[in-house]
């Protein structure tokens, strides 16, 4: 039987990616918001989001805190031992990237055409 792991988020960017390594190791992760509902029942959600080699250098150079963006990629859970205590984290793995216009953003500066 097929398998299918895909996610697709768009949201705004909690704070400036953090980078580490170099070329093709290099990685980014940052935290993403989306939010749903309205008024006083609107409720966020955060995500954990890292980018790989050529997307991370992206990330480094163009996404800041407050960027929106759009994400397709994977959804990856892993484990690491902290005090002897397992900690658990689920990540979206991108493998697509495009920048949309910041927040606050004027309306008559385009939204960014990109090719990541």
Do not use: C
Not at 87 to 103: A, D, F, M, R
Request: glycine share 10%.
């Amino acid at each position: 039987m097929a398998s299918f792991n895909s996610a697709h988020i768009l949201g705004n960017v909690g704070k400036d990616p953090v980078i580490r390594g170099e070329g093709e190791r290099k990685v980014a992760s940052f935290s993403l918001a989306t939010s749903f509902g309205k008024g006083d029942k609107e409720k966020t959600e955060w995500h954990n989001i890292v980018l790989w080699g050529k997307l991370a250098d992206v990330a480094e150079s163009f996404i800041k805190k407050g960027s929106s963006v759009l994400i397709d990629g994977r959804i990856q859970y892993r484990t690491y031992d902290k005090d002897g205590e397992t900690k658990y984290i689920t990540e979206i793995v991108g493998n697509q990237l495009q920048l949309l216009s910041p927040k606050s953003a004027s309306k008559d500066e385009p939204e960014s055409d990109l090719p990541f």
